[in-house]
């Protein structure tokens, strides 16, 4: 759905039938809500959102906000679903990945002052920066920043990540001035990772790196898996500090679809190969492969469009 995640499939094919395409990217998040109306405001106030398209489906309406014309979230008002239940597989956060510290630091301060926030901490985990809040249904926010890639570091082939502190004080005394909190709305921003809730890492790891293709960058961390495409830190990652042992999710607010892209046909016609010789059902639109995770979480790989259209019949 980003405009950025156009390069042509000729360019980076699908590496060997195993992996996804190095040019793979995510897309907006789904989230099922109570509260329209609220929520649209809270990430219009907090994340500089701005509504971009509107559909009702039934008894449904679903919204796209985003930054510019990239979408970055879809709510998608729902009645009568109970509330996130923080313990179950689903959603632990949806990343919004940013260019540079001042358009990070903008965002921040405009989340940290919105009074529906709750300001989770901070952290330097050494390939980026990042901030965590949870929005007023429960559903986890991460805004971050990337560090150059010339600055990650390797051990052991894998990945170093860490959690360290982060003054989120002195970042904003840095980074933030007048201008940029003025024009936060006009920085550009995406989904730069989604990190789920699991019942386990095995398993998690089955079905995200051996089915749809993702590769292992950090396995080390405990109670976690990071995994990516194009040797990203990660595109996905999932944990169980809060869901261990957790069985498929039952119909609640909260993540309704993890949305991803990849360049060209022959990546969905690659990943409906892995699926199908991995014994899992899936459907397949001709622009788009969903398929269910063992928690029931639904995710979407998906071509790259030029409109919120595809979104939206999601």
Do not use: C
Request: no cysteine; glycine share 10%; proline share 5%.
């Amino acid at each position: 759905m980003t405009e950025t995640a156009t390069t042509p499939a000729s360019v980076t094919p699908a590496v060997d039938g195993r992996t996804l395409n190095a040019a793979t990217a995510m897309d907006a998040v789904s989230l099922r809500v109570g509260d329209l109306e609220g929520m649209s405001s809270y990430y219009a106030n907090a994340l500089a959102l701005e509504p971009i398209e509107e559909r009702s489906r039934g008894r449904e309406v679903h919204r796209v906000l985003g930054r510019g014309t990239t979408p970055l979230v879809r709510l998608i008002a729902t009645p009568d679903l109970p509330a996130v239940d923080p313990r179950q597989a689903g959603l632990f956060h949806t990343a919004f990945l940013f260019d540079d510290a001042p358009s990070l630091a903008g965002t921040v301060y405009r989340a940290a002052t919105d009074e529906r926030s709750r300001f989770l901490g901070s952290s330097d985990h050494l390939v980026s920066e990042a901030f965590y809040f949870t929005d007023p249904e429960g559903n986890g926010i991460e805004l971050y920043v990337d560090r150059d890639r010339s600055q990650w570091t390797y051990a052991h082939g894998e990945l170093q990540m860490s959690t360290l502190y982060l003054d989120p004080n002195a970042y904003l005394q840095r980074h933030l001035d007048a201008a940029t909190l003025a024009d936060a709305a006009t920085r550009a921003g995406r989904v730069g990772h989604v990190h789920l809730q699991v019942g386990d890492v095995a398993t998690a790891k089955d079905f995200y790196v051996d089915g749809l293709g993702f590769e292992t960058t950090v396995s080390a961390y405990p109670g976690a898996l990071f995994a990516s495409a194009g040797g990203y830190h990660h595109h996905v990652a999932m944990n169980t500090w809060n869901s261990a042992g957790a069985g498929p999710r039952a119909a609640s607010l909260g993540l309704g679809d993890v949305a991803v892209t990849v360049p060209g046909r022959e990546d969905l016609d690659a990943l409906t190969a892995r699926l199908t010789a991995k014994g899992l059902a899936f459907a397949d639109t001709g622009s788009s492969v969903v398929v269910n995770d063992p928690w029931g979480t639904q995710v979407t790989v998906g071509l790259p469009a030029t409109s919120t259209e595809d979104l939206l019949r999601r």
